[in-house]
Protein backbone atom coordinates (compact mmCIF):
# COMPACT_ATOMS: atom_id res chain seq x y z
CA UNK A 1 0.00 0.00 0.00
CA UNK A 2 2.79 2.38 0.97
CA UNK A 3 5.23 1.16 -2.35
CA UNK A 4 1.75 2.68 -4.50
CA UNK A 5 1.09 5.71 -2.43
CA UNK A 6 4.63 6.67 -2.97
CA UNK A 7 4.74 5.25 -6.59
CA UNK A 8 1.49 7.70 -7.13
CA UNK A 9 2.95 10.77 -5.72
CA UNK A 10 5.86 10.47 -8.28
CA UNK A 11 3.08 10.73 -10.60
CA UNK A 12 0.84 13.46 -9.58
CA UNK A 13 1.25 14.79 -13.36
CA UNK A 14 -0.26 12.31 -15.79
CA UNK A 15 2.84 12.97 -18.22
CA UNK A 16 5.07 10.52 -16.50
CA UNK A 17 5.19 6.82 -17.86
CA UNK A 18 6.40 4.35 -16.12
CA UNK A 19 9.46 3.15 -18.49
CA UNK A 20 10.85 0.32 -16.66
CA UNK A 21 12.08 -0.88 -13.08
CA UNK A 22 15.14 -2.99 -11.64
CA UNK A 23 15.81 -4.31 -8.36
CA UNK A 24 19.39 -3.78 -7.55
CA UNK A 25 21.32 -5.94 -4.99
CA UNK A 26 23.22 -4.45 -1.81
CA UNK A 27 26.43 -5.85 -3.48
CA UNK A 28 25.92 -4.64 -6.79
CA UNK A 29 27.81 -1.88 -8.56
CA UNK A 30 25.68 -1.81 -11.95
CA UNK A 31 22.72 -2.67 -13.37
CA UNK A 32 20.39 -1.99 -16.62
CA UNK A 33 16.64 -1.42 -17.53
CA UNK A 34 15.56 -1.77 -20.37
CA UNK A 35 12.53 0.48 -21.07
CA UNK A 36 9.21 -0.60 -22.24
CA UNK A 37 7.81 1.81 -24.32
CA UNK A 38 8.29 2.81 -28.29
CA UNK A 39 7.19 6.73 -26.76
CA UNK A 40 9.44 9.63 -27.17
CA UNK A 41 10.51 11.41 -24.44
CA UNK A 42 12.51 14.56 -23.43
CA UNK A 43 12.68 14.27 -19.98
CA UNK A 44 13.51 11.16 -17.17
CA UNK A 45 13.26 10.70 -13.50
CA UNK A 46 14.49 8.32 -11.44
CA UNK A 47 13.25 7.00 -7.97
CA UNK A 48 14.34 4.36 -5.97
CA UNK A 49 12.83 2.54 -2.97
CA UNK A 50 13.49 0.14 -0.36
CA UNK A 51 17.27 0.74 -0.14
CA UNK A 52 19.76 3.84 -0.22
CA UNK A 53 21.86 3.95 -3.18
CA UNK A 54 24.47 6.73 -4.83
CA UNK A 55 24.51 6.68 -8.40
CA UNK A 56 27.46 7.65 -9.55
CA UNK A 57 27.37 7.07 -13.49
CA UNK A 58 24.03 7.27 -15.45
CA UNK A 59 24.45 6.70 -19.81
CA UNK A 60 21.02 6.33 -21.36
CA UNK A 61 21.02 4.56 -24.62
CA UNK A 62 18.74 6.16 -27.28
CA UNK A 63 16.95 3.76 -30.06
CA UNK A 64 19.37 5.68 -33.28
CA UNK A 65 22.33 4.13 -30.70
CA UNK A 66 23.38 7.15 -29.86
CA UNK A 67 24.05 8.12 -25.82
CA UNK A 68 23.82 10.60 -22.89
CA UNK A 69 24.82 10.75 -20.01
CA UNK A 70 24.20 13.57 -17.45
CA UNK A 71 26.81 15.30 -14.87
CA UNK A 72 26.80 14.45 -11.37
CA UNK A 73 25.95 11.76 -8.87
CA UNK A 74 22.43 11.19 -7.33
CA UNK A 75 21.74 10.21 -3.92
CA UNK A 76 18.90 8.11 -2.82
CA UNK A 77 17.71 7.81 0.87
CA UNK A 78 14.21 5.98 1.85
CA UNK A 79 12.05 6.53 -0.79
CA UNK A 80 13.10 9.34 -2.99
CA UNK A 81 13.29 10.69 -6.60
CA UNK A 82 16.03 12.15 -8.30
CA UNK A 83 15.68 15.54 -10.24
CA UNK A 84 14.45 16.02 -13.35
CA UNK A 85 17.37 15.35 -16.57
CA UNK A 86 16.06 16.92 -19.27
CA UNK A 87 17.46 15.07 -22.72
CA UNK A 88 19.70 16.54 -25.81
CA UNK A 89 18.09 16.91 -29.00
CA UNK A 90 14.28 16.56 -29.77
CA UNK A 91 11.98 13.90 -27.86
CA UNK A 92 13.41 10.33 -28.41
CA UNK A 93 12.91 6.84 -28.10
CA UNK A 94 15.03 5.27 -25.02
CA UNK A 95 16.40 1.67 -25.18
CA UNK A 96 18.44 1.05 -22.22
CA UNK A 97 19.60 3.13 -19.04
CA UNK A 98 22.98 1.63 -17.81
CA UNK A 99 23.52 2.87 -13.78
CA UNK A 100 26.57 2.37 -11.61
CA UNK A 101 25.91 2.65 -8.25
CA UNK A 102 26.88 1.70 -4.85
CA UNK A 103 24.55 0.23 -1.67
CA UNK A 104 25.34 3.31 1.36
CA UNK A 105 25.99 1.48 4.45
CA UNK A 106 23.79 3.81 6.36
CA UNK A 107 20.98 2.54 4.52
CA UNK A 108 18.63 -0.29 5.20
CA UNK A 109 20.00 -3.50 4.27
CA UNK A 110 18.08 -5.95 1.39
CA UNK A 111 17.33 -5.07 -1.74
CA UNK A 112 16.17 -1.60 -3.37
CA UNK A 113 14.30 -1.19 -6.39
CA UNK A 114 15.21 1.62 -9.47
CA UNK A 115 12.11 2.79 -11.70
CA UNK A 116 12.21 4.80 -14.30
CA UNK A 117 9.88 6.97 -15.51
CA UNK A 118 9.44 9.43 -18.64
CA UNK A 119 7.69 12.41 -20.07
Known amino acids: MLRAAFVAIVL ?7 LGMR ?3 ARGDQ ?5 ASEGRFKHI ?3 VEGGDLELF ?7 DGTSFSPAGRFTFTGKSK ?8 AARVLR ?5 YRSLPS ?13
Open 12 to 18: LSTQWVH
Open 23 to 25: RVG
Open 31 to 35: DIVRT
Open 45 to 47: RLV
Open 57 to 63: DLKITFA
Open 82 to 89: SRVIALPG
Open 96 to 100: WVNFY
Open 107 to 119: GPRGTAIVHLYGR
